[in-house]
T-cell receptor, first 109, second 116 residues
């Protein structure tokens, strides 16, 4: 079966750095994806990892350790518009994307 | 530049009614899927398709049917609506389902469904 865990809520200050963790147990694992979802909107793609290591895309970075079943999303220089839900999703080679329940990030001034 | 188009945006049904949620994409994506999202929760996979003529069940398929007669369209049918199916439904597509194809999902804008 599939199991994905991430914290329910996090709060951080504008300009700071925040790390959102995700652990997964997935058979046939094929990659770990991060999506951002603002309230009332559809999710949008942020970053993904297939191999171990760090992927950097501007203010956002994502890390993967396949042996530990662990990933994190790092957001730097936080802005108010980064207040959103962040969804961790594990892809399998059978064609399924299984999502965690999401981490609601609140950025305060 | 339409991407993934879902209709309707809002729908209210009575228990026992049937309806079809429409989803179309114009990006020539092989992979399409339907998710439901309940308040405070992540996305749960209902059905998915890796190409025209091929469909498979996700985590929560009961009460829903799909078909994929063309690459572009992937409708979701509710056979006999129940209050437990009240949710937000998202259609999503991607180029493919192997790592080499960078299978990030593109989502439609969602359908808010209420079953009374």
């Amino acid at each position: 079966g599939q199991n994905i865990d991430q914290p329910t809520e996090m709060t951080a200050t504008e300009g700071a750095i925040v790390q959102i963790n995700c652990t997964y147990q997935t058979s046939g694992f094929n990659g770990l994806f991060w999506y951002q979802q603002h309230a009332g909107e559809a999710p949008t793609f942020l970053s993904y990892n297939v191999l171990d290591g760090l992927e950097e895309k501007g203010r956002f970075s994502s890390f993967l350790s396949r042996s530990k079943g662990y990933s994190y999303l790092l957001l730097k220089e936080l802005q108010m518009k980064d207040s959103a839900s962040y969804l961790c999703a594990a892809n399998t080679n059978a064609g399924k994307s299984t999502f965690g329940d999401g981490t609601t990030l609140t950025v305060k001034p | 530049n339409a991407g993934v188009t879902q209709t309707p945006k809002f729908q209210v049904l009575k228990t026992g009614q049937s309806m079809t949620l429409q989803c179309a994409q114009d990006m020539n994506h092989e992979y399409m899927s339907w998710y439901r999202q309940d308040p405070g929760m992540g996305l749960r996979l209902i059905h998915y398709s890796v190409g025209a003529g091929i469909t498979d069940q996700g985590e929560v398929p009961n009460g829903y049917n799909v078909s994929r007669s063309t690459t572009e369209d992937f409708p979701l049918r509710l056979l006999s609506a129940a209050p437990s199916q009240t949710s937000v439904y998202f259609c999503a597509s991607s180029l493919g389902w192997t790592a080499a194809l960078n299978e990030k999902l593109f989502f439609g804008s969602g359908t808010q469904l209420s079953v009374l």
